[in-house]
DNA sequence: CTGATTTAATTTGATTTTCAAATTAAAACT
DNA sequence: AGTTTTAATTTGAAAATCAAATTAAATCAG
């Protein structure tokens, strides 16, 4: 409707068919405000196209009147991949257009940083490992989604920082296009986990969410509006970085009184180690098994160590207390897979939260725990790739109509 | 476009008229993508409904070719309030609908807190007050914005609670509209201040921003993607009650570690009171005396009071940081008339900000200090009502041309 | 089993919105 | 006075949408 008449029609409808997947077209367009007639023109030309397929209509048992007709998104029409690059593996995962997922495959990394093109041969070896047991391509791919840690300018594809890339300012998206010949998506691994929550998970109800994620740091990723705000600079949404102490404890990034200085993994050993430097745990054992430890030795009433974790825990309530006062989500959802944070989601730090939030008469947000596994940042990469494929094959159907 | 077809275009061009001021057709076409005949179009039946006019095109000197004709808006189209309701008095100004201040007016309430009818009743006779020197009535108004602190919902116009208003829950939209019979524009006056930088002050150009207001408490604007973010219960941006202390100082909101608890006014002359209590300025005089008194007296160089306002600086430093480590804006705009907020507006604030924020290769987020006078959230208001009434007009437009 | 009823989807014919290309307008150069 | 240049408008067509009428596919009632 703005600049050349773009069919905004086609992309709200292609979107609502999305989100309410078996729906009637009267329902279409009860839902947005669409007329009938549009909704059955539209429609025709989705299925036309492949993107939309009709099922049996199900569910309300024989109702009076003619059958309403069920619309749904038709898988078949793409096939996307999300690869998620993590710290030493590459976790990836198949999906079709409708967001079913078709395979999942892990990849060992040579090496923790890598240059550019070892990355991105290493991604295409994953990917054409996946796709061969099923008797697939790369080429039959329509996008690839791909999140990386670090600082990333989603407009351009350009990954200024990321400790997985030993480059600096890379153009990734570039560099993955050229050498996979696909469509490539690539975000900060944060906002990735709120679009999984977005399409998959406890997020799909809302439309102003926060998602916060605990695995060696803490990561934020942000909805407003259904959108993943991203901040004017690529760098927003560092909730493991906003100050809980004035000069309070140092932090990997050097800085004093970072939320993550309190909570991650590193602080609480460097607490432990005040205390339980001679333990039999502290030689020799992982970092993880001695996490384990400090937890289990809180938790069998050990006062020390039990001080160590309830401050922690405290700190974390106080820092989800502030982004509620600030945002006023619907909704926080504390997304992760690991154990060793039970700590940080137990009930108690829950209630904290309650206490530390401004008091009003509507009931708090929600603050819900969400497990996902491993997997779960590479459907997130997916979703994004799925929105920009879907947006890709309006395009065309635009383009190709005229 | 959407339902049943609404002219999308004249809003999006009379909002690219407003923002650019005096601008030529082609550039509107060039700028907003819409072809040149549609924007001759549309230009010209906002012309006619007497919304927009010509102005002789001015500036680039005699080019060759045609003259560009400037497009502006029509001042004369609608006239609106702004309304601050304070602590203990209204301010009120008056604008055209290109948003030329046409007069201001300040009335004092008979009491800081008041009944619905009561204020309402001040409300109209400030209003009639105003506008009597200019030979208009309240019935030449086309809206009128009102700015209230407390927990407003916008949607229904609603107030939950606030502190000038003795009820609770209050639909204050509706008891306006029908005392005045002009349509009402309700909103916190946090919002507000937000809603005047944009149209009128260090916003405009900016479409991410922050505006943070010091006053008896500490209040803040979200300005995200050109709109401003309301939270999804009203009561988001609180940012005088996020938490920078674990079990810190305690706050007028009954909680500890408020950033209120560490800035405000109370929070100074509390910990003053516990050195300087046999102080000749601690009897007698008034809490602005006394706060002048400590700002003076540690910028001539007394620990005890230097300490004071160190603290409460470095305390407002952090709380700025983490909204920038959060939301990542293009711009702070910290807003705000007195002269007592000066040591939180210095170099050091400022500067403090700077390295409690993450790093990247990118500048950080400007931080602006604008001075406003006490007018400041009045115009606000102003803004609101004139966003409203834009609405509206474009609204009726499309129903007067069906 | 047949026709009435009900509801969903489509078709019809018109209207609105928009655009590209051609045309006109208004100025400065030559 | 004619040429050039640029802005704005007009023209004719295409695209998008809608309300109302029609058709389709089912159940219900007798």
Redesign the pocket.
Known sequence: ?I???????RRVLLAAIRQNSPI???DLSEQT??????V?????ELIRAGLVEEVAAQGTE????????DLKIRGAAHLVAGIKIANSSLSLVLMDFEGNQLAEHSHLLSRTTLGTDALVAELATALGDMLAPLGKAISDLSGAGIGIAGIVDVQQGLVHWSPSLSDRNINLRSAIEAALGVPAFVDNDANLVAMAEKRFGLGREATDFIVVTIESGVGMGIVINNEIYRGTRGCGAEFGHTKVHLDGALCRCGQRGCLEAYVADYALLREASVTHSTDALAEGASDEQRIEALLQRAHDGDPVAGNIVLRAGRMFAMGLANIVNIFDPQLIVLAGERMQSNHLYAEEVIAGIKNSIVQVDQPPPEVVIHRWGDLMWAKGAAAYALEGVEEMAVEAL?AG??
Chains 1, 2 share one sequence.
């Open positions: 409707m600049g050349q008449q773009r069919s905004y029609g009637a077209r009267i405000g669409i007329s009938r007639a549009t059955t023109t539209v429609t025709a024989m109702a009076r009147g003619r059958p309403r007709v635009r109509e005229g």
